[in-house]
């Protein structure tokens, strides 16, 4: 009893707790990550995702003993185009479980149940609670030998009865998912949390993690973080560039970061360590030094710390999706039949 072999998670890291949840994805077209204190499961519009002839849905599960428990999940997202599903699985095996849904039927949120054995799916019932589009959701799912009992929120505190229904159900695990029927709307479900109520997280949320960033170089130069903060939140992206002192040129990252981008993008979803490294600039040999305004990028042809004198790199404009070249500024002398592809030489005056 007390439902302790369910494990609470307020999805309050960077990832889905491998050691914890797996990840099922029928289809192969399935995204499961976790934002800003949530865990989102996304399936794409136009192909099904569906809990019937068979378990097409994408899901996360944990193990979970045969006993009696209860459980608790708020979904932030509603389910407003029909028919968008999101909801709790209590499984004994592929063909034997119990499914709890909020969906939608294009007009109304509808709270839904259903058993299935050895493959054979019923609907036990499926009741309006709302209009399209309410949210956020709260479910409550509880088992007492073969009782089992649904219940639903608005606002997590006024609970209302769902169904309960008696089925026999050996169980081996829980958890969420999303999925899509009918004209199959493409859907994320936004979990909040998946508690045991008798054990649930406080406070919920309460240890969002904070990841450092060490920088460090080797040969002489700086590396200039952007955004410079003592720490950084789960997903939040820093900007390193690597600035060589007079007489040096970069010559690449190492550490979580590899390559001779720079600027580098790093995503912070642990404590990191980066190294730029800088080496000395040969007499007679050039660094070129590139960088852009607005959205795109430059690439180099060659593309190498440092150049020989005289020694021609041709230079193409890439914009961005939304943005078109405008121009260079700088040293260039050139020769091209294209104003974005330009043959730089080193020898400038």
């Known amino acids: 009893g007390g439902g302790s072999s369910v494990v609470s998670d307020d999805f309050a890291g960077c990832v889905v707790d491998g050691g914890l949840w797996s990840v099922v994805d029928p289809k192969g077209d399935g995204q499961v990550g976790v934002t800003a204190g949530g865990l989102e499961l996304s399936v794409p519009g136009g192909v099904r995702h569906d809990i019937w002839a068979s378990n097409e849905s994408l899901r996360v599960m ?40 909020f969906y939608s039927d294009g007009v109304n949120t509808k709270l839904f149940a259903a058993r299935f054995t050895n493959g054979s799916p019923s609907i036990v019932y499926n009741a309006t609670v709302g209009s399209a589009g309410a949210g956020p959701l709260w479910m409550r799912v509880g088992r007492s030998g073969d009782q089992w009992t649904q219940s639903y929120s608005f606002d997590g505190v006024s609970w209302l009865p769902g169904g309960s229904f008696s089925h026999g159900l050996s169980v081996s695990s829980a958890g969420v998912f999303a999925g899509n029927a009918g004209p199959n709307p493409a859907h994320t ?108 990028s430059v690439a180099a042809v060659p593309d190498k710390a440092v150049y020989d004198e005289g020694e021609s790199v041709s230079l193409s404009a890439v914009p961005d999706a939304g943005w078109v070249f405008d121009g260079w500024s700088g040293c260039l002398l050139y020769t091209s039949p294209s104003p974005r592809d330009w043959i730089w030489h080193l020898v400038c005056r």
């Not at 045969?66 to 999101?86: G, M």
């Not at 919920?204 to 590396?223: K, M, N, R």
């Open 62 to 101: 944990q193990p979970a003993a045969d006993e009696d428990f209860e459980v608790e999940v708020k979904f932030e997202s509603a389910v407003d185009a029909a028919y968008q599903l999101q909801g709790l699985l209590v499984e004994q095996d592929a063909g034997n479980f119990v499914r709890f849904d």
């Open 189 to 296: 479900a936004v979990v909040d949390y998946f508690f045991n109520t008798a054990s649930p997280i406080n406070p919920e949320d309460g240890a969002i993690p904070q990841f450092s960033l060490a920088t460090g170089v080797v040969g002489s130069g700086s590396v200039v973080s952007d955004p410079a903060q003592g720490s950084y939140g789960c997903g939040e992206s820093v900007s390193l560039s690597a600035v060589p002192d007079a007489g040096w040129v970069f010559d690449g990252w190492s550490g979580d970061v590899s390559g001779t981008a720079n600027p580098v993008t790093v995503v912070m979803d642990a404590d990191k360590s980066v190294t730029a490294t800088f080496v000395e600039q040969a007499a007679g040999t050039y660094g070129l030094s590139v960088s852009t305004s607005g959205s795109g």
